[in-house]
């Protein structure tokens, strides 16, 4: 199943290889940096937790887990044009009902420029509309969406708490937004997001994890200071893939990405 969002930093196109570390049963799939969920809604599980610290993801996520049809009767109010998108943007959270602010997350998600989430300093949501946007759902699709997420917990956690929760039964994905030593905080994934300042804690709740004897796979960009921190036993997968988050086709490059998980791919395991 398409993913109900559009984000940058999505994996769609490395999912054939992360579904090869997916063991062959487990109970609950736990992804701590959800974002759009590209690999959930491939993989669809039975019993999931989705967490992010973007709170307004979230909260859209399970508004529309709940009241597909209440938040389907803002977005049909809505035009597509930008001096709506321009309005629905000012519009305030606290101002909003629950299920009209899952709707204007939706509305802006699906037109705004390239499906960045960015804020400014005040939190505020600050992406412009963008040229080739997306669909906004129906009712039908709504719906289909709110059956696959049914059993699904939702958290605006820290990583730590969430892959915390997992035991030996269950898997968890990992994708945090990709950070460097001289990377500047722009805004995007909204506040408190990862950076590298955190890469520390994202290895030793790995560890934490391993110890416990949980499943992992972690998607994150090339990092020698994170491959020299984790333990030699772990598999490190080195994947060159096109990134799409640039503006102009012309400036979209190949760059090093890896795959790093405490269990080893398996033939016949997707």
């Known amino acids: 199943m398409r993913p109900l969002f559009r984000w940058a930093g999505s994996k769609k196109k490395l999912l054939p290889q992360i579904k090869k570390y997916l063991p062959p049963q487990y109970s609950r799939y736990f992804e701590p940096f959800c974002g759009s969920a590209c690999l959930f809604f491939d993989t669809l599980p039975q019993k999931a937790v989705l967490s992010d610290m973007n709170a307004e993801l979230i909260h859209a996520y399970s508004m529309v887990k709940t009241s597909p049809s209440k938040v389907y009767e803002f977005l049909s109010s809505?035009?597509?044009?930008?001096?709506?998108?321009?309005?629905?943007?000012?519009?305030?959270?606290?101002?909003?009902?629950?299920?009209?602010?899952?709707?204007?997350?939706?509305?802006?998600?699906?037109?705004?420029?390239?499906g960045?989430?960015?804020?400014?300093?005040?939190?505020?949501?600050?992406?412009?509309?963008?040229?080739?946007?997306?669909?906004?759902?129906?009712?039908?699709?709504?719906?289909?969406?709110?059956?696959?997420?049914?059993?699904?917990?939702?958290?605006?956690?820290?990583?730590?708490?969430?892959?915390?929760?997992?035991?030996?039964?269950?898997f968890v994905y990992l994708d945090p937004p990709y950070s460097?030593?001289?990377?500047?905080?722009?805004?995007?994934y909204g506040p408190n997001s990862f950076d590298y300042g955190d890469v520390d804690r994202l290895v030793a709740a790995l560890?934490?994890?391993?110890?416990?004897?949980v499943p992992?796979?972690?998607?994150?960009?090339?990092?020698?200071?994170?491959?020299?921190?984790?333990?030699?036993?772990?598999?490190?997968?080195?994947?060159?893939?096109?990134?799409?988050?640039?503006?102009?086709?012309?400036?979209?490059?190949?760059?090093?990405?890896?795959?790093?998980?405490?269990?080893?791919t398996m033939p016949g395991e997707q």
């Open 78 to 114: 809505l035009e597509v044009s930008q001096d709506e998108y321009k309005r629905v943007r000012g519009l305030e959270e606290k101002d909003l009902e629950d299920f009209q602010r899952a709707g204007r997350f939706i509305y802006l998600n699906k037109l705004c420029f390239n």
């Open 207 to 213: 560890v934490s994890a391993n110890d416990r004897g």
């Open 216 to 264: 992992f796979v972690l998607s994150y960009c090339e990092s020698d200071t994170l491959v020299s921190a984790i333990p030699c036993e772990w598999s490190v997968e080195h994947l060159s893939v096109k990134r799409h988050v640039a503006g102009f086709h012309q400036h979209r490059k190949m760059v090093g990405e890896l795959l790093i998980s405490n269990r080893p």
């Open 180 to 188: 460097k030593p001289d990377s500047r905080k722009r805004g995007e």
């Open 116 to 170: 960045v989430y960015r804020t400014n300093l005040q939190g505020r949501f600050n992406v412009p509309m963008g040229v080739k946007t997306g669909s906004i759902p129906s009712l039908s699709d709504l719906e289909a969406y709110a059956e696959c997420l049914r059993d699904v917990d939702f958290f605006a956690e820290d990583f730590e708490s969430v892959v915390g929760r997992a035991g030996a039964d269950d």
